[in-house]
């Protein structure tokens, strides 16, 4: 099995990765889960996590961390995807200056098939940290418990009733493991040539819609434009146009 994970890593990482750093890890006593035991991530809480599941193997990091283990193909589609993500991210805390970025998660999986030795390359962040307009007066939002709950490293956190969520939370990371959320899975690389699946995908000349759009959408209504729809990847680009309607908001806002 190590010359399998080896040959994966060689893969993916094009020699980034030690063999001699992968180590099962031992405290949930399962053989086909490993992390990577490398200086490099002493800052990070979370290790890259190697899992293997029957002919595929996932490997996964934060985002921080794809820099030091993924080739240069991968890291350019990382990079690319991140630079348009931070475009619309920032745009939302220009219309939410409240929220706080500083912890928003963000990880990249890795799925390796054994058989046709092809891989794919995964983004995801979390959902969750979007509030749409008509949310702001809620303000009681679940997720901020349970990341005061995570902050403290616990063993076990039970829940009560969750009706909504919408976040893919890490729920269990004391064993400095990475569990990739299972939500928000923008596939942005493929060595196997598959058509790529990420919210910048445009059809009909429209992105995908998800919770970052929903949220911008939410505040860009109160202007009562018609020509602000921001899943049209034209109207960021107009930004004599776009920043009007910012401008616009921060007026009616006030």
Same mark, same amino acid.
């Given at each position: *099995?190590?010359?399998?994970?080896?040959?994966?890593?060689?893969?993916?990482?094009?020699?980034?990765?030690?063999?001699?750093?992968?180590? #099962?890890?031992?405290? @949930?006593?399962?053989?086909?889960?490993?992390?990577?035991?490398?200086?490099?991530?002493?800052?990070?809480?979370?290790?890259?996590?190697?899992?293997i599941n029957n002919?595929?193997?996932?490997? @996964?990091?934060? *985002?921080?961390?794809?820099?030091?283990?993924?080739?240069?193909?991968?890291?350019?589609?990382?990079?690319?995807?991140? +630079?348009?993500?931070?475009?619309?991210? +920032?745009?939302?805390?220009?219309?939410?200056? +409240?929220?706080?970025?500083?912890?928003?998660?963000?990880?990249?999986?890795?799925?390796?098939?054994?058989?046709?030795?092809?891989?794919? #390359?995964?983004?995801?962040?979390?959902?969750?940290?979007?509030?749409?307009?008509?949310?702001?007066?809620?303000?009681?939002?679940?997720?901020?418990?349970?990341?005061?709950?995570?902050?403290?490293?616990?063993?076990?956190?039970?829940?009560?009733?969750?009706?909504?969520?919408?976040?893919?939370?890490?729920l269990n990371n004391?064993?400095? *493991?990475?569990?990739?959320?299972?939500?928000?899975?923008?596939?942005?690389?493929?060595?196997?040539?598959?058509?790529?699946?990420?919210?910048?995908?445009?059809?009909?000349?429209?992105?995908?819609?998800?919770?970052?759009?929903?949220?911008?959408?939410?505040?860009?209504?109160?202007?009562?434009?018609?020509?602000?729809?921001?899943?049209?990847?034209?109207?960021?680009?107009?930004?004599?146009?776009?920043?009007?309607?910012?401008?616009?908001?921060?007026?009616?806002?006030?």
């Open positions: *099995m190590n010359e399998i994970i080896t040959e994966c890593m060689e893969r993916i990482s094009s020699g980034k990765v030690d063999k001699n750093l992968i180590i #099962v890890n031992n405290t @949930i006593k399962n053989e086909n889960i490993f992390i990577i035991d490398d200086t490099l991530c002493d800052e990070h809480y979370h290790r890259p996590t190697i899992i002919d595929i193997i996932h490997f @996964i990091m934060t *985002m921080e961390q794809s820099s030091l283990y993924l080739n240069d193909d991968c890291l350019n589609a990382v990079k690319h995807f991140n +630079n348009e993500l931070m475009n619309y991210i +920032n745009i939302y805390k220009q219309l939410q200056p +409240n929220n706080d970025f500083s912890i928003m998660d963000r990880y990249i999986k890795v799925t390796y098939d054994i058989q046709k030795q092809n891989y794919d #390359v995964f983004f995801a962040y979390h959902n969750a940290l979007f509030i749409r307009h008509s949310d702001q007066l809620n303000q009681h939002i679940w997720t901020s418990g349970i990341r005061s709950a995570m902050m403290r490293a616990p063993n076990i956190i039970v829940f009560g009733e969750l009706s909504e969520t919408g976040a893919a939370l890490l004391t064993q400095k *493991m990475i569990l990739f959320p299972i939500t928000n899975n923008n596939l942005i690389y493929s060595t196997e040539n598959k058509e790529l699946d990420h919210c910048f995908m445009t059809k009909n000349g429209l992105y995908k819609e998800n919770e970052l759009f929903k949220a911008i959408q939410s505040y860009l209504d109160l202007t009562e434009s018609d020509d602000c729809n921001i899943l049209d990847p034209n109207l960021i680009k107009n930004k004599s146009h776009f920043d009007s309607l910012l401008t616009l908001h921060k007026i009616l806002k006030f």
